[in-house]
DNA sequence: TCCTAAAATAGGAATCATTACTGTTTTGCA
DNA sequence: TGCAAAACAGTAATGATTCCTATTTTAGGA
């Protein structure tokens, strides 16, 4: 099926790229709502979907039950802090090595990677010392 | 609060060390079930949970929609195919430089990583092989 | 510019994985 | 053995996501 224009899916896109901290559905939904209040929860939906699809943006799961959307497609990997939740951008030049690894040693056909760190942000261990250790 | 022995969750935890292909939850209640009749889905759920957060299992999001559970608590990646949905192992050797690296670059702290390859694996491939492109 | 089929939308209903609740049972320590 | 904390079974509730349908928008051709 051929994709059409769409303000809705354009404005969604749009949004996603302002931000760099990798709403979720609902977020996206809420804000764009700001300046088209009829927009539906189902389009927000089937938008991220067709855009990750698509390979415009990437979805993502963190670990926190809800998927999450980001607009920078480049290879890069996430830090999710478990203490607020906040998911950041990490940026490594070992990522395209590590990718080249493992399709020498994997059979099937590598397309993509996902990498995740875990742990407490800076900002949450100000706050927190304890989670220092 | 103190954690109690439960039969139930022993008879997860064995079950999950036999298995290496990252099942559900609901695929652990099925078989669980099996030999433990009257066993309950939120007591599958709750122990795989408890698991989880005492560090005895891994609770791994792989892009499904739904939480797959390993035994393996050694540091590795997972490899899904995007045709089948299997999730297999990968092991690296390069993962530890890849996490030491990181707590360098990173302001925060680093407690966990968790990486996952997407593609297609050497079964479906023979299958189909227009997914080699 | 108008016509039309394909694609997209809004709004709401349905799905389904997961969590919460409650009365009963099990565990483990004294 | 007695008892309080923890766990259980069964079921209801939650909530993110998908599905459905009638209506609107898009885009290419006459």
Redesign the pocket.
């Known amino acids: ?9 354009q404005m ?1 896109h749009n949004f996603l790229i302002t931000r760099k901290d990798h709403p ?3 977020v996206v939904y809420k804000n764009i709502r700001q300046e ?15 855009l990750a699809d698509r390979g415009e943006i990437i ?1 993502l ?1 963190v670990g926190d ?4 959307f980001d607009a920078d497609t480049s290879n890069h990997c996430h830090f999710v802090c478990s203490d607020c939740g906040a998911v950041t951008d990490m940026y490594f030049d070992c990522l395209e090595e590590m990718f080249a690894k493992a399709q020498q040693i994997f059979s099937g056909k590598i397309n993509s990677q996902n990498t995740c760190f875990f742990g407490v942000c800076k900002e949450c261990l100000d706050k927190s010392p304890e989670n220092m250790e």
């Open positions: 099926m051929a994709v059409k224009y769409s303000r809705q899916r969604i979720t559905a609902d088209c209040p009829n927009i539906s929860l189902g389009t927000v939906y089937r938008n991220l979907t067709l979805k799961q039950g809800v998927d999450h």
